[in-house]
């Protein structure tokens, strides 16, 4: 039988080091990866007039101009919610894909955080809409407590008014990723489809967004 030689301490503290700095490159790699999210998510370091026309956006039916059709929803706050309660402020809807879709829940995370961008731009108040059942929505939305309405349309009825289910990926039976801002006329002011063929964009850093609600505004006014 051969002699088993045991590793000298100098062999077993390279060892040693090998690891500890593979895994502290492990560790820069991930850490740079939330970095460049986070910076994307916030819109930091976009030059400002790089901002608006950088993610492709359609412009669906009803558009500008157009009243907005009538909305009366559950909301996961336990109470139908009614657009026409909202005359008079102007109000940003945002048609998402659902519980399924973690960067849709992101944007609307961002949206709250970032809120004062919007009201910046004479936005009042959001709700963000999708087909999910009201009890599924519960679930999914009770942890991230967004300060505005979160409704189920699972019969699809509010989403085909507006047409916001012509832009997903599972084809007509979700939303898309829309924004439409409606005005305290009860009208249309601006809208963005951002969820269509061939992109299926499902996030939007709020810069860009932001960016591209402001042109679309100013354009109305």
């Not at 950088?54 to 909305?71: E, N, R, W």
């Not at 924004?179 to 499902?202: K, L, Q, S």
């Amino acid at each position: 039988m051969k002699p088993v030689h045991a590793q000298s301490p100098a062999h077993t503290r390279t060892e040693v080091w090998k690891l500890v700095a593979g895994v502290a490159i492990l560790i820069a790699f991930v850490a740079a990866i939330f970095w460049m999210y986070e910076r994307q998510a916030t819109g930091r370091g976009v030059a400002p007039g790089q901002s608006a026309g950088k993610y492709v956006f359609q412009v669906g039916d009803p558009g500008p101009g157009q009243a907005a059709p009538p909305i009366r929803l559950m909301s996961t706050a336990g109470h139908v919610f009614d657009l026409s309660g909202l005359r008079g402020k102007t109000v940003l809807l945002y048609f998402q894909e659902g519980v399924m879709c973690q960067p849709c829940w992101d944007q609307a995370r961002d949206i709250a955080t970032h809120f004062s961008r919007f009201t910046s731009l004479g936005i009042d108040t959001a709700v963000t809409i999708t087909t999910d059942p009201i009890d599924v929505l519960k679930q999914r939305t009770d942890d991230l407590a967004l300060p505005f309405p979160v409704l189920s349309d699972p019969d699809l009825a509010v989403s085909s008014a507006y047409h916001a289910n012509d832009y997903g990926m599972m084809g007509r039976h979700s939303d898309g990723h829309t924004f439409i801002v409606v005005g305290p006329d009860g009208r249309i002011r601006w809208r963005a489809d951002y969820g269509g063929a061939p992109n299926y964009t499902m996030y939007v850093p709020i810069e860009n967004l932001t960016a591209d609600m402001r042109r679309g505004l100013r354009s109305t006014n």
